[in-house]
């Protein structure tokens, strides 16, 4: 079992950026996969990013390739989503995920292979 709880949304104009930070309680952190996904409203929670239990093997959805990156420091339990050049269409909740995979260097982008879930946090990107 792992809790998470994510903090660093907010509003920030087109062209900014924001960093998502998202904690765990897990002992054994260092054994899940972690994933960033998003929600906006009306619409089906989609995926972000996502990173591998050794934080090797990273990936991303195209529409944010190159201006977001995904990070996780092990030792603090915290995973991280720095987030560049926003636009309009990013705003969103954002949740983390964990899956406790038994795979070192893969992760999965579908948000069904994700066993817990953090609350989310708002971003909203202003035009």
């Known amino acids: 079992q792992v809790q998470l709880v994510e903090s660093g949304g907010g509003l920030v104009q087109t062209g900014g950026s924001l960093r998502l930070s998202c904690a765990a309680s897990?002992?054994?952190?260092?054994?899940?996969?972690l994933g960033w996904f998003r929600q906006a409203p009306g619409k089906e929670r989609q995926f972000v990013a996502a990173?591998?239990?050794?934080?090797?093997?990273?990936y991303y959805a195209d529409s944010v390739k190159g201006r977001f990156t995904i990070s996780r420091d092990n030792a603090k339990n915290t995973v991280y989503l720095q987030m560049s050049s926003l636009k309009p269409e990013d705003t969103a909740v954002y949740y983390c995920?964990?899956?406790?995979?038994?795979?070192?260097?893969?992760?999965?982008?579908?948000?069904?292979?994700?066993?817990?879930w953090g609350q989310g946090t708002q971003v909203t990107v202003s035009s």
């Open positions: 995920a964990a899956d406790p995979t038994p795979y070192n260097t893969r992760a999965y982008l579908t948000y069904d292979k994700y066993d817990y």
């Open positions: 897990a002992r054994t952190f260092s054994t899940y996969a």
């Open positions: 990173i591998s239990r050794n934080g090797g093997s990273t």
